[in-house]
């Protein structure tokens, strides 16, 4: 339970000291910001105020978390260091008293103005780590209406001391995960990647060239070739590696809603726009975006794209001005974009924007060799995360799964170990362990499940759907004109009938 926050000089600080200690017990980065300035703001008295850290790519102060009537539409809001009375701050190091902003030369309205809250006193002080600016903790307005004191910046500048320790504790932490996670994510590429199969080793080498090099890369090839852990590899390998990584399914976003989640919306735009909102390649900013699935992107969207790879600009839906974004594109696709541009369902521009580099990765079947490092690979990860005791794969069920021509390709091979790990436990793999399709050497189709033979009304719409899309090889929005939909209709009786949505570009 947290501790009150009324009374004296000795309460305040004893209470702020609790607070102090509560932060360094925290390794959760969000939640020790968001304790920090509830708690300034509270036992300072103040309307509102903010987190500020520094952003040390872009050199730029960025709005962590902030209180008050207009905290939520403050957030995430970026300027520069030395601008306005808290880049000062961070410029100089000291703390600072501002009774009357509107006196002050140094005081930056923007923010005011976009939030359309009303500044009128600041108490700001540096948030320091080993002498070392992190960034500016300041609060806005005493609810009584008077000024900030001596006394209020003395308690404000030692509770700030404490709290940067805490944050940079949890941001440490939180480093320290990330890292693990990369490392998870590239042993996870080695093994999934890195294989005996000569085919492997020359996709191995040209996602090595490719990290290090500032270009537009191209992932092509069969759903479940592990498109989208290249393109996290790419990244993690790349100088951006400390930077967002945002993956976007374009195949996914709702019609009418693209525009919004990928450059984001003013406050008012449309209906339920409450507040303004950065995009996805905003989001990205200094980093990488993967566009998975960019085949089944429409038309309208496609102009847009191209305007962000020549331009690096974006507009937010019901602003004006355009705002610079520094972003690299990574994109993937399981289908063939030279007969969609020929169709013209795809532009030849943005085409030839995104297929600086294109990598394709084999399917499986043309990577046997592989297959036998996989299963184990899957056999040790699945026996530890599900507690299995699986030891071997006895020769037969082997031959089978070397036999079987995987057009599901890794994703499918892992999930038929991992099913066996469920439901067999322990021992060998045999024969009568594995999926019919698998034992028979010949799946129903390319990446189908198999077909429902009965002529209801569900099993001749699933037919249908099926048979459109093999015309459409796959293309999405080509095989809801053929049947006569929107696309998300098409999407919906999709999932409904397990014909192989979910991440189709992965």
């Not at 006394?151 to 404490?162: Q, S, T």
């Not at 199969?197 to 270009?215: D, F, K, L, M």
């Not at 003013?266 to 989001?283: I, N, P």
């Not at 009568?432 to 009965?454: K, N, S, T, Y």
């Amino acid at each position: 339970m947290l501790p009150a926050a009324e009374g004296g000089i000795e309460r305040r600080m004893a209470t702020l000291m609790e607070v102090a200690r509560l932060l360094n017990s925290s390794r959760v980065p969000e939640e020790v910001l968001r304790l920090t300035l509830e708690w300034a703001t509270r036992v300072m008295d103040a309307e509102a105020g903010s987190v500020i850290l520094l952003d040390k790519p872009s050199d730029e102060l960025v709005i962590k978390v902030a209180t008050g009537p207009k905290g939520q539409e403050a957030q995430g809001k970026r300027f520069r260091k030395g601008e306005g009375i808290a880049g000062w701050v961070a410029e100089t190091g000291e703390p600072r008293i501002v009774p009357d902003v509107r006196r002050n030369e140094r005081f930056f309205d923007g923010i005011d103005r976009t939030t359309g809250f009303r500044t009128h006193s600041i108490l700001a002080v540096p948030l320091r780590v080993k002498d070392e600016t992190i960034g500016v903790l300041e609060v806005l307005n005493k609810r009584d209406g008077r000024c900030f004191d001596d006394e209020d910046l003395r308690l404000f500048a030692a509770f700030a001391d404490l709290a940067a320790v805490g944050i940079d504790n949890a941001g440490a932490y939180e480093e320290m995960r990330t890292e693990n996670r990369r490392l998870r994510m590239r042993l996870d590429l080695e093994r999934l990647i890195l294989g005996p199969s000569p085919a492997t080793r020359e996709v191995t080498r040209q996602i090595e060239r490719v990290a290090r090099r500032e270009v537009t890369v191209l992932l092509r090839g069969e759903t479940g070739t592990g498109k989208e852990l290249v393109a996290r590899a790419i990244h993690d390998w790349s100088p951006r590696r400390d930077r967002p990584f945002v993956t976007v399914d374009c195949g996914a976003m709702s019609e009418g809603l693209w525009e919004s989640e990928l450059f984001g919306h003013k406050r008012g735009a449309f209906t339920g726009a409450v507040q303004d909102r950065e995009g996805l390649f905003e989001a990205a900013h200094g980093g990488t975006i993967f566009l998975d699935e960019v085949g089944n992107t429409p038309l309208e969207l496609q102009v847009r794209l191209l305007r962000v790879l020549q331009e690096g600009e974006i507009r937010r839906v019901g602003e004006t001005h355009v705002r610079k974004v520094d972003v690299r594109l990574i994109a993937a696709t399981n289908q063939d974009l030279e007969r969609a541009v020929k169709e013209e369902d795809f532009r030849e521009d943005l085409f030839f924007r995104l297929n600086v580099v294109p990598i394709l990765l084999p399917p499986l079947r043309e990577r046997v060799d592989d297959i036998p490092f996989l299963v184990n690979y899957f056999i040790e990860k699945y026996n530890q995360e599900l507690v299995g005791r699986v030891e071997e794969v006895s020769s037969e069920a082997m031959q089978a799964l070397l036999t079987y021509p995987w057009p599901g390709n890794i994703r499918e091979l892992e999930n038929v170990i991992k099913r066996i790990i469920v439901l067999v436990g322990e021992g060998s793999i045999r024969p009568e362990h594995l999926p019919p399709e698998v034992r028979q050497g010949a799946p129903a189709g390319p990446g189908e499940p198999p077909p429902i033979a009965d002529n209801t009304l569900e099993g001749v719409e699933r037919a249908q759907i099926a048979r459109a899309l093999r015309e459409a090889k796959g293309n999405q929005s080509r095989a809801a004109r053929l049947l006569g939909i929107s696309r998300e209709k098409l999407r919906y009786r999709m999932r409904k009938y397990g014909l192989g949505t979910g991440r189709g570009g992965a």
